[in-house]
């Protein structure tokens, strides 16, 4: 018997869940309320590891596809004083395939594939427990039952409160973020600057990041720490007082730094938010989480790579195990709660580190994690 299975979502977690389904013969309704693949801009750059993401790429059957479309000399990190100094320049080896790093948007569109997602399809709220199974509730009205619900909607899941009452608490750190486009014709002097990968500068409690995208794009971060309410007297719409503002906020930092934000377009405002490091629930039967939906976390490099492992994991035990759903489930989130509480322990740790009253924390985190 075949089970009638829903997964809420189509980032990486969901994504690869239904693509590892899809490899087991399946069947699986992907449901997202955006309208379309494209409605929205798919994001920056993300650095899959070897025993996370790749690994649940590996399980999709997709690692070879993703080889060919990542860019292993986007692990290179350069980093700089504030005014300027290059303190550590670390490039990877020519076979160094640890954390190559690939566009949302091309991962997105590889682990799609043959899958048939539901778009347009807005989840509003799911009761487990009904006669029938998990009722599924849609922005239009319509109704859905379904054996299992995967809530893997991001930090404010429509589908957590089926299982836990927590919400997302604010860190104290905020980021700003701006694009550069066309870096290597337009500024190519920041693009030698940024180098194939990031470049990193960090000062008294805020950073800048500069993160290359493929065609030449980059993604710049701002980050800060700040109460939520800090822009109250800033239209975040307006670019140039936002800029205007940011640039007072990192002034005296070297020019060919404060370049990254004078040439930004729009700036787009996301203050980090965070689960309980041990976020946990009692389980209920039908109706589970993954990756942001269950264990958010400071976005360093773990969010999406656990969130992708989360879903195969998941996928297999349903589609190899014995049979009993709420077995595979158990099992699954007794795992994930595991490996998720020790990665927010690490994250939470390095976000401090990271934006901090000390600079040389961050560079002492460089270093142990990737020693030059």
């Known amino acids: 018997m075949r089970h009638r299975i829903a997964v809420v979502g189509s980032g990486p977690g969901g994504l690869a869940f239904a693509r590892v389904l899809h490899c087991h013969d399946h069947p699986v309704t992907v449901l997202e309320r955006d309208p379309a693949p494209d409605a929205r801009p798919a994001g920056g750059t993300l650095d899959l590891h070897e025993g996370l993401g790749q690994l649940a790429l590996d399980k999709a059957g997709l690692l070879a596809e993703f080889q060919a479309l990542s860019r292993p000399e986007g692990q290179a990190m350069r980093i700089l004083d504030a005014d300027g100094t290059v303190l550590r320049d670390w490039r990877p080896g020519p076979d160094d395939q640890a954390n190559p790093e690939i566009d949302r948007g091309q991962l997105r569109d590889l682990l799609l594939g043959p899958l048939d997602v539901r778009w347009g399809r807005g989840v509003t709220q799911v009761v487990p427990g009904t006669p029938d199974g998990v009722l599924v509730h849609f922005a239009d009205g319509r109704q859905e039952t379904f054996d299992l619900v995967v809530g893997a909607d991001g930090a404010w899941s429509r589908i957590r409160p089926a299982v836990s009452s927590v919400t997302p608490h604010y860190t104290g750190v905020t980021t700003v973020e701006t694009s550069l486009d066309e870096v290597d014709n337009r500024h190519p002097d920041l693009a030698r600057l940024i180098g194939d990968g990031s470049l990193a500068v960090y000062g008294v409690n805020r950073a800048l990041v500069a993160q290359r995208n493929s065609g030449g794009n980059v993604k710049v971060y701002a980050q800060f720490r700040a109460s939520l309410d800090w822009h109250t007297d800033l239209d975040l719409a307006d670019v140039e007082p936002v800029r205007s503002s940011l640039l007072a906020l990192f002034d005296g930092w070297a020019a060919p730094v404060l370049d990254l934000l004078r040439h930004g377009t729009a700036f787009v405002h996301r203050p980090l938010y965070v689960l309980p490091v041990s976020h946990t629930w009692t389980h209920v039967s039908g109706v589970t989480l993954l990756g942001d939906a269950a264990h958010l976390m400071p976005p360093l490099g773990a969010g999406a790579n656990l969130a992708m492992l989360d879903g195969a994991e998941l ?54 994690v990737q020693p030059s």
């Open 315 to 368: 996928a297999e035990s349903i589609a190899t195990g014995s049979g009993d759903l709420d077995e595979a489930v158990r099992a699954f989130e007794e795992r994930m709660w595991a490996r998720a509480g020790r990665w927010a322990k690490i994250t939470m740790a390095g976000l401090e580190r990271l934006v901090s009253p000390d600079p040389a924390e961050a560079l002492a985190l460089f270093d142990q």
